[in-house]
T-cell receptor, first 112, second 117 residues
Framework: GQSLEQPSEVTAVEGAIVQINCTYQTSGFYGLSWYQQHDGGAPTFLSYNALDGLEETGRFSSFLSRSDSYGYLLLQELQMKDSASYFCAVSPLDNAGNMLTFGGGTRLMVKP | GAVVSQHPSWVICKSGTSVKIECRSLDFQATTMFWYRQFPKQSLMLMATSNEGSKATYEQGVEKDKFLINHASLTLSTLTVTSAHPEDSSFYIC?????????????FGDGTRLSIL
């Protein structure tokens, strides 16, 4: 099975850097994904790590360490519009990677 | 731009009504689509995997007779909530993968907020 743990809530100020951690227990997966969801909206894809290391996409970066069963999403130069929920998710090997199992989500509040 | 379209975005109806939600892949063929349910301030829970031309695969605890899934074409999957009751009120979201491979992200529809009175 799959189990992903995230902090439930994080607060930071505008312009700051914040790291959202995701620890997991899985029986094997293709990669770790990150999704952003604003209140009332649908999840939007942010980043994907198939291999260990850092993936950078603009202000957002994601990191994966399979040996540590750990990943994180790094948000730089925080803006008010970054206030949202962030979910990590894995694509399990036992379903050909077609399904996603989500963590509980981290609610990020950015303050002025 | 959006690659998955979901309709309707919001439904309010009386208890006992059946509600159909459509999920369309735009400009690509999706042999597999996914249906999720999300309660307020909770994570997304996979309900079922919709396979074109065959029966859907339901997750444990999801009643297949209550949540009917039809994947009639390569671009359309429908979820029908039959005889809906207030406890079925939730945010229903579909998704599809642009390409059928393990390392590709899923694209989500905008979701359907279902409120049963």
């Amino acid at each position: 099975g799959q189990s992903l743990e995230q902090p439930s809530e994080v607060t930071a100020v505008e312009g700051a850097i914040v790291q959202i951690n995701c620890t997991y227990q899985t029986s094997g997966f293709y990669g770790l994904s990150w999704y952003q969801q604003h209140d009332g909206g649908a999840p939007t894809f942010l980043s994907y790590n198939a291999l260990d290391g850092l993936e950078e996409t603009g202000r957002f970066s994601s990191f994966l360490s399979r040996s540590d069963s750990y990943g994180y999403l790094l948000l730089q130069e925080l803006q008010m519009k970054d206030s949202a929920s962030y979910f990590c998710a894995v694509s399990p090997l036992d379903n050909a990677g077609n399904m996603l199992t989500f963590g509980g989500g981290t609610r990020l509040m950015v303050k002025p | 731009g959006a690659v998955v379209s979901q309709h309707p975005s919001w439904v309010i109806c009386k208890s006992g009504t059946s509600v159909k939600i459509e999920c369309r892949s735009l400009d690509f063929q999706a042999t597999t689509m996914f249906w999720y349910r999300q309660f307020p301030k909770q994570s997304l829970m996979l309900m079922a995997t919709s396979n074109e031309g065959s029966k859907a695969t339901y997750e444990q605890g999801v009643e297949k007779d209550k949540f009917l899934i039809n994947h009639a074409s390569l671009t359309l999957s429908t979820l029908t909530v039959t005889s809906a009751h207030p406890e079925d009120s939730s945010f229903y979201i579909c998704s599809a993968k642009y390409r059928e491979s393990g390392n590709q992200p899923q694209h989500f529809g905008d979701g359907t907020r279902l409120s049963i009175l």
